[in-house]
């Protein structure tokens, strides 16, 4: 009789078992990059563009780099955070979607750039690095050139929220002349 009440309790407790004992989270992918030197006179403040990604301003406080980005075609822009170490930067990101709302109104991870200076005179500096979503910092892509004598104004991309979804200015004051008129009532146009 006992040994039936063990295998009952055994059979009972299987399902809470298998519920706790899976896989767990799994590892972040994380790119297999190591810090160097910054190029001489290299800066991460800045305004790179990629044409596939979009223009990206970016600017310093110390090792902390913030910046913007808009896509190329103007319905997403997103905005990044991290620590740079030399010619490496490592940061979050979250991207919104221009006039959505909800869960697809937004995605987000975290990614890298390495600060690159091309072999030969009279080069343009670039970023090479990849983003990935949640956890990962790998997965997609974004290499961008550095743009010459371009002042960085990241403030001046995006939104703060409720805003972004569009609608244009209508609550922004009356641009008609003159008075307001009275409500009228509808006319019956079927005659």
């Known amino acids: 009789m006992l040994g039936k009440i063990a295998l009952a309790a055994s059979f009972a407790l299987a399902p809470a078992a298998l519920i706790g004992c899976g896989p767990g989270t799994p590892d972040p992918k994380l ?53 740079a170490d030399g010619n490496l930067l ?14 697809n109104s937004q995605k987000s991870g975290k990614g890298y750039f390495v600060y690159v200076r091309p072999e030969g005179d009279n080069v343009d500096d670039m970023i090479k690095g990849e983003t990935g979503r949640g956890i990962d910092e790998v997965g997609t892509e974004w290499v961008a050139v550095k743009m ?14 409720s805003g972004d979804v569009g609608g244009g200015e ?14 009228a009532e509808p006319t019956d146009d079927k005659k």
């Not at 010459?148 to 929220?161: A, D, K, Q």
Request: glycine residues 16%; hydrophobic residues 25%; without cysteine.
């Open 31 to 83: 790119a297999q990059v190591s810090a160097g030197s910054m190029p001489k006179n290299g800066s991460w403040d800045g305004v790179y563009h990629s044409a596939l990604r979009g223009t990206l301003h970016m600017k310093t406080e110390g090792n902390l780099v913030n910046g913007r980005w808009e896509t190329p075609v103007k319905t997403e822009w997103g905005q990044l955070q991290g620590n």
């Open 148 to 161: 010459r004598n371009v002042t960085p104004h990241p403030e001046t991309i995006g939104g703060s929220g």
């Open 90 to 103: 490592r940061f979050d990101w979250t991207e919104y979607n221009k006039g959505l709302v909800g869960p």
């Open 170 to 183: 209508w609550d922004k004051g009356n641009v008609e002349k003159g008075e307001p008129e009275e409500p």
